[in-house]
Each structure stands twice: as C-alpha cells, then as structure tokens.
C-alpha cells in the first residue's frame, strides 16, 4: 500500500455543510519538527528531516503503579533512529538510542531504562512519518493518549474533577534548556479559581512539575483548566485517577489542547443506565461562546442540534441523560462546534458503574482535525481488551476507508476492512480482536476523504475505561 503523505483538513462548518482548508498555528523550532501547532498532535510528513514528541507524565519504578509505556510506529519506508531521553524527577536526564524499522513500531518501557517515582520523555527521530503515544499502567487499570508533537505557552483541559474519590495530578513538563514560568487557572462547579500558589510557578529546564489539584483546589466536581507560560514553552498531561469509594474506578490519561478550536468531533458515543455520557465544553476567552452539540445516532433520524451559550472564562455541562441528544443505548457520534467565531475545548466523559458492563472513568478531548490519515501506535493485541475502532465521515459525501496494520516491515491489510464505503455523517464501529492478535499493533486508517479515527481499548471483563483519537497524518 502506498505511503503517500495524507492531507490533514480542519472541518469548520455543519455536518451537512461543508469542508474548509486552513493553516493553523506556527511551525515549531526545527529542532524539534515542522508539524504546525494544531489543537492535537499530528505526524510530521515522511519527507521531513525530524520528528519530536514529548510525554509528560508516568513512572518508571516497580514500587510505583503508574508505569510509563511508549509506543513508537513508524508508517514510512524508511528507517527512523534517533533518541529517548528519560527526564526522571531529581536526577539526571538518561538518553538512549532508538530505532524503528519501516512499517513498524517498537516499545519503550521507562522501568527498563531506569528507577525513578517519576519520569517524563522525549522522543527524536531523523524524520517524519511517525506517531508516539504514551501508556500508563496501574494495579486498577491502564490509559492510552497521544503524545505531543510540540510544546506550546497555552494548554487546555476541559474536565477533571477533585472529588472525594479522586486524585488529579496535572505534569508539566520543560524538556527545554531554559527555565519556564507558568499561571494556572481553573474554572470549577464553585467558579473561577486562579490560586496563588500556581501563579508564576517556575518550571526548571529538563524537569517535570506535578500538581496534585485536590491539595489546592479541593472538592471541585469539574476543575477545567488553563495553563499560560510568562516564558518558555511546556507539555501538559493530566493523571486522573478513582479509589472507587463512591463506585467510580479506574485511571485516565489525558495530553491537554494547545489551543481552542471552533469544532470538536467524537466518532463515539453511548449512554445507558450505569454509564453516563457528558461533554464539557470549556470557553478559556473573553468573549461568550454561542455552541451545538450534533448528535447522529447509529439508527434513526438525527436530531436537531442543542444550542447552548458558554459565559467568558466558563465552563458548561451537557449530561446526555438530561438532553437526551439520541435514544439511550443507541450508539453514536457527536461533535461540538463554536458557531460565532469563539473557540473553545470540549472533552466527552464517559463515566460507568454498575449495572453498566462498562465500569470505570474516561475524558477525551474531541478531534478539531479530519484527515485522510491516521496513525494508532499502540495496540493491546489481547482478549481482555476490548480493542474497537470508530471511524467517522464529518463530511457530505461518502469516503471509502481501508484499515492496515504495521506488522515486519509491511502495511498489511485488516482482513475485511479494506475499502469500506462510508456515507455522509455515519460512522461505523469495527471490532479488532478476531481480526489482529499482535501486540504491539500500529494501526493506519487511510480513507479518500476526511474521517475521525478513535479507538477503544477498554477491558473486557475488569473495570477501566480507555479511550483515545488516532494521529493525524500530515
């Protein structure tokens, strides 16, 4: 299958409208890549000298339980080496080699290259074509995200919570020479916080700051977040975690945005009892933001959008068992889309207890991009994990997509999804465990139109709930 760079597109307008190209944000230094500062991480292009990713968060001792796991895919032709460099918490940066052959993907585990309670890293290669996502794993769990492609002076979150039964811990990561220097700020269920403990807070250069939320901004049931550098550049992760005490379990791994977008989609969706489905849509501006949420359910007529106004510096809540933007049990995907020029963040939480099979905790930003590419580094390759892909056609004509995996050095074709016709505002839900049993599993979506590309990876029979966008292709 041919390697052929893949367009990335931004949908700006309705469903049922249209596509709209644009260039978004400045490219990064060149030492650390060319792929231009969108809302999401994406692939540098195969023809460019370098790649870089960074990922914030995770720990590389066995008396720790959050483990920190990379994925490396490599979807060129060609060879990619280069480094790791393990920024373990008050010790010395470690870096080693790395090299991932074409059409292939390779796994970092940081308790393999050193001991530390906490680590960050950071990922060049001598090209593009390549995607990285982080793992961390827990006794209760694991959570899958993106790394970032760049560092940036703004990120964005647009949920966490410090409950009673949570513990919410937000890195930031300076892979930089130069010392950083950040304000945080939050808007809560209680308003607008903006502690002085996290204004002009010093991020050493090549160190990790982590906050524990709940020890300063405590017993918040939503705490949306706004980190803004004085100086420097960072990366942002949030670790969101549950004891169970008040019957949420599990862990979530989230890379924050970079920047608000006016279109956040979500190829999936479902709601039922035990399992709750709520967007969080955070307006980090100035300015009100008038917002749809657009739901097309998998069978039955689409409903008419839900306007809702965010207030400046705000946040709101859409429960999907208040509003009732399609049936209960009817699977479907949404998106949340800014209608008078304000961008915003918008995340889907899906929360499940019992009596709901599905039990745990997972907030997800939405895609602000569609492409016709996407790469998924990490893939569980076991019947424990429910491995599902949803890919989604924003658009108004219909694409056909093919999924292949990158397997010893071929593109090799999912059997019986090759060419699958996709019409105009569907999505379609592909189950993975009969078709692909290698782990790691390096996936590639390629479609002749724009499409979304989210994966599931949560446990079959355990508690967790993982979720998590594909990279798109430049």
């Known amino acids: 299958m041919s390697s052929r760079h893949l367009p990335v597109v931004v949908v700006l307008i309705a469903i049922l409208a249209g596509l709209a190209l644009v260039d978004v944000g400045d490219p990064a230094p060149p030492r650390f890549g060319t792929a231009s500062a969108f809302a999401m991480p994406t692939a540098d292009p195969a023809s460019s000298l370098s790649s870089t990713w960074f990922c914030a968060t995770g720990a590389a001792s066995a008396d720790n339980d959050s483990g920190l796991v990379l994925t490396v895919a490599n979807r060129g032709d060609e060879a990619r080496s280069g480094t790791v460099t393990w920024f373990p918490a008050g010790a010395a940066p470690v870096v080693l080699p790395v090299e991932v052959g074409p059409r292939q993907g390779v796994t970092l585990e940081a308790d393999e290259a050193l001991d530390a309670s906490d680590v960050s890293a950071m990922v060049e290669l001598d090209g593009g074509g390549v995607g990285v996502e982080h793992t961390v794993e827990v006794a209760g769990g694991s959570s899958v995200a993106p790394c970032a492609s760049s560092a940036s002076d703004h990120w964005y979150l647009a949920n966490g919570t410090t409950a009673r039964d949570a513990t919410q811990v937000l890195a930031l990561f300076n892979p930089f020479p130069d010392d950083a220097i950040v304000d945080i700020a939050f808007a809560t269920d209680q308003g607008r916080d903006e502690p002085e403990a996290l204004q002009g807070l010093p991020v050493a250069a090549g160190t990790t700051t982590r906050i524990n939320v709940g020890e300063i901004v405590r017993r918040r049931e939503v705490t949306a977040t706004s980190v803004t550098t ?7 992760d949030r670790l969101q975690r549950f004891d169970g005490s008040n019957g949420r379990s599990g862990i979530s791994l989230a890379l924050a945005a ?3 977008a006016e279109v956040w989609t979500f190829p999936a969706g479902e709601y039922q009892e035990g399992l709750a489905e709520r967007w969080h849509v955070y307006n980090p501006s100035d300015r009100d933001a008038v917002i749809l949420l657009e739901a097309v359910p998998d069978a039955g007529e689409v409903p008419i959008a839900l306007e809702r106004t965010v207030s400046a510096r705000d ?3 859409i429960d999907a068992a208040e509003t009732a ?3 209960p049990g009817v ?6 889309r800014s209608i008078n020029g304000v961008g915003v963040v918008a995340e889907r939480e899906l929360s499940g207890i019992a009596p709901s099979p599905r039990r745990g905790w997972s907030s997800m930003l939405g895609s602000p991009l569609a492409s016709q590419g996407w790469l998924l580094a990490y893939g569980a390759g076991t019947e424990a994990v429910a491995d599902a892909l949803s890919v989604h056609n924003p658009g108004t004509e219909a694409v056909r997509f093919s999924v292949t995996a990158l397997v010893g050095g071929q ?4 059997e019986g999804l090759s060419d699958v016709e996709l019409g105009p505002a569907q999505r379609q839900e592909l ?6 049993e290698r782990s790691p599993v390096p996936l590639v979506v390629s479609a002749d139109g724009p499409v979304v590309v989210e994966r599931d990876l949560s446990p079959v029979s355990d508690p967790g709930i993982s979720t998590t966008l594909g990279i798109p292709l430049s």
Do not use: F, Q
């Open 258 to 260: 970079p920047a608000p």
């Open 230 to 236: 004085r100086s420097g550049r960072v990366v942002v």
């Open 315 to 317: 946040h709101l809540i």
């Open 431 to 436: 189950v993975l465990g009969d078709v692909l």
């Open 331 to 336: 699977g479907h995907s949404s998106t949340v």
């Open 325 to 327: 933007p399609v049936p």
């Open 411 to 414: 593109e090799v074709p999912a």
